[in-house]
């Protein structure tokens, strides 16, 4: 009887040790999946965290977009205003053109009508001289002396018709196309020099837009090119293998293109970061991260829980990486590892 005892007491002992280990392993797995839950939401908040600063550089490129717009829309205006006033270049000059022609044929007419004074003049002393040799007097005074039936009314009345058709044919005489003709060179002048004005003035913003677009392309470029260069060497030392870049979705029109991440862990295909798993997610964004740190280091870098999704072999990866990134950035704890 006191066998059986023993060995009973054994057994209670044993499955006693037994369920001990049972709760043991039970509260294991509960703080495990507690810290699953902890990393996941940590990795919630990198996400949130990348998709508000994506949202801000959204928001700066539609800054960016609306300032160019404007801008253009100024530079249309300038290139409207230049088109009313070549228009009204064109139009004035063809004013020109026309009172230049006024002009000729009003200078034609000046040189006709001097040539007929002159010939009336000549006319008008033959006449004087034929009457003084044939009367020994003076028109005036035969006129004042005798009516006008004693002088010789034919050879007048036969130049009246010649004379009036001379008169006809002048037709009346603008007076002041001269002065018209002076004020609208003036204007001309005028409306030329703002013209070239205009044009330096177009020509200068359509330089500094080329200037500002040369300059903003080969920077991005070149900064996207080493922080290209920068990911795929993190992502090969995160993965210890494999390789990811970075790609313009459309190469022709860099500053406005989007861009997109490609990775290829070892022993995986080539694919986009959305159809990565969350640990590889992760190690993908710090790498990008990084990435930037190593073309633009800045004095420190504050991270919080970015290992919660990563299994321990990957989080030593990533520790032997910040202490590589710790000679140029501090990377003060956060306030939950203290």
Known sequence: AKVAAGEVEGRVDHLAAELEAVRA???RGRRERAEKCDRAAALDRAETEARGRIESLEGRLAETLEAEEAARAALQGHLDRCAEVEGEVERLAAEERRLQGEREALQEELRGLEQQLSELRHQTAELR????????????????????AEVELAEMERQIPELARKLERIGPVNLTAIEEHRELEERLAFLNRQRQDLEAAIEDIRQAIRRINRTSRERFLTTFEQIDRHFAELFTHLFE?????????DPDNPLESG???TAQPPGKKNQ???????GEKALTTLALIFSTYRVRPAPF???????????DANVLRFNR???GLAETTQFPPSPTTR
């Open 259 to 261: 861009i997109e991440i």
């Open 241 to 249: 293998g494999g390789t990811a870049h970075l790609h313009l979705v």
């Open 301 to 311: 870098c504050l991270l919080d829980e970015v290992d919660a999704p990563l299994d």
């Open 129 to 148: 001289l034929r009457f003084q040799e044939r009367y020994h007097t003076e028109p005036e005074a035969a006129r004042d002396a005798a009516g006008p």
């Open 272 to 278: 986009t970061i959305g159809l990565l798993s969350g």
């Open 25 to 27: 392993e039970e509260a």
């Open 321 to 323: 990486l910040l202490r």
